[in-house]
């Protein structure tokens, strides 16, 4: 499995709070990949962090990688109730050109 | 944006029978995808394909199943026959070649055997 301690777990928290969801990996990967699924829907990425990156921010979204402890996190700041979704991350391998997907964080932000 | 569209949104099938999953990916992609989602649970990888070829599959990718995109058109995932453990919801995806680009998702099939 790519996968090592990471666990499909739920998380609620109140709307306006900062969230961080974890993520760790067990095989060589270059690039980390955070999607969020949405009920009925396929996933859709919302950022991505490579090796060579050990931190990646868009809006209220913060991704950092620790390749040494072969980790990744994803913080939301400030959440808000339309950031209630499934958040998977994913790692590459790029000898075949695939994607795993880790188990994900059920996410539900209470108004 | 780009959009990889999935059709039917619904089967429902005997076990036993056969089933075709549609996919039309993005127009100029390279890569094509199958993942297998049981409700509430992970995505879980089925196989890869590129060039015409499978490149990597999972041990969730029985015997039973083919992968194939004839001329160019639809990418199809088949299932022949089903058994009731295939039931789930099929996500094809497709990307362009690299690891630090985006792999866009479709909407899924939900599969049903009964």
């Known amino acids: 499995s790519q996968w090592g301690e990471e666990n499909l777990q739920a998380l609620s928290i109140q709307e306006g709070e900062d969230v961080t969801m974890n993520c760790s990996y067990k095989?060589?990967?270059?690039?980390v990949h955070w999607y969020r699924q949405d009920s009925g829907r396929g996933p859709a990425l919302i950022i991505l962090?490579?090796?060579?990156?050990r931190e990646k921010r868009s809006g209220r979204l913060r991704a950092t990688l620790d390749t040494s402890s072969q980790s990744s996190s994803l913080s939301i700041t400030a959440a808000q109730c339309e950031d209630t979704a499934v958040y998977f991350c994913?790692?590459?391998?790029?000898?075949?050109?695939?994607?795993?997907f880790g188990k994900g964080t059920s996410l539900t932000v209470i108004p | 944006g780009p959009k990889v569209l999935q059709i039917p949104s619904h089967q429902i099938i005997d076990m036993g029978q056969m089933v075709t999953l549609n996919c039309d990916p993005v127009?100029?992609?390279?890569?094509f995808y199958w993942y297998k989602q049981i409700l509430g649970q992970q995505m879980e990888f089925l196989v890869n394909?590129?060039?015409?070829?499978?490149?990597?599959k999972s041990k969730l990718f029985k015997d039973q199943f083919s992968v194939e995109r004839p001329d160019g058109s639809y990418f199809t995932l088949k299932i022949q026959p089903t058994a009731l453990e295939d039931s789930a919801v099929y996500f094809c995806?497709?990307?362009?070649?690299?690891?630090?680009?985006?792999?866009?998702f479709g909407k899924g099939t939900r599969l049903t055997v009964v």
């Open positions: 962090i490579r090796s060579n990156e």
């Open positions: 127009s100029n992609h390279l890569y």
């Open positions: 394909f590129y060039n015409g070829k499978v490149m990597e």
């Open positions: 994913a790692t590459a391998n790029t000898g075949y050109q695939n994607f795993y």
């Open positions: 095989t060589y990967t270059t690039v």
């Open positions: 995806a497709s990307s362009p070649p690299g690891t630090n680009t985006e792999v866009f």
